[in-house]
């Protein structure tokens, strides 16, 4: 058992940057690749990022890369959003999720997943 708890999220213009966090709860999150998702009204939800249990291999959406930076601080039990040059097109849900294959894109193949945190970026 997993729980995800997001925080971060918020408004901000165009070009801007916000982080993102996840904290888990339990001794297991070394265990467990972490991603990140985002889903808009009427949408599917949506991979932007994945990073596996050691922290040492990263995915991204061609969407997002360059900008967006996933980490991981298994003492801490956190994950990291770091997003930069946000653009309107990244207004959504953000979704933090656990799974137990390393660096899984789908979202079908993650077990655990956060509340979900607002961003939305004016231009």
């Known amino acids: 058992q997993v729980q995800l708890v997001e925080s971060g999220g918020g408004l901000v213009q165009a070009g801007g940057s916000l982080r993102l966090s996840c904290a888990a709860s339990?001794?297991?999150?070394?265990?467990?690749?972490m991603g990140w998702f985002r889903q808009v009204p009427g949408k599917e939800r949506k991979f932007v990022a994945a990073?596996?249990?050691?922290?040492?291999?990263?995915y991204y959406a061609d969407s997002v890369k360059g900008r967006f930076t996933i980490s991981r601080d298994n003492a801490k039990n956190t994950v990291y959003l770091q997003m930069n040059s946000l653009k309107p097109e990244d207004t959504a849900v953000y979704y933090c999720?656990?799974?137990?294959?390393?660096?899984?894109?789908?979202?079908?193949?993650?077990?655990?997943w956060g509340q979900g945190t607002q961003v939305t970026v004016s231009s």
């Open positions: 999720a656990a799974g137990p294959l390393s660096t899984a894109t789908s979202r079908y193949d993650y077990n655990y």
């Open positions: 339990g001794r297991t999150f070394s265990s467990y690749a």
């Open positions: 990073i596996n249990e050691s922290g040492g291999s990263t």
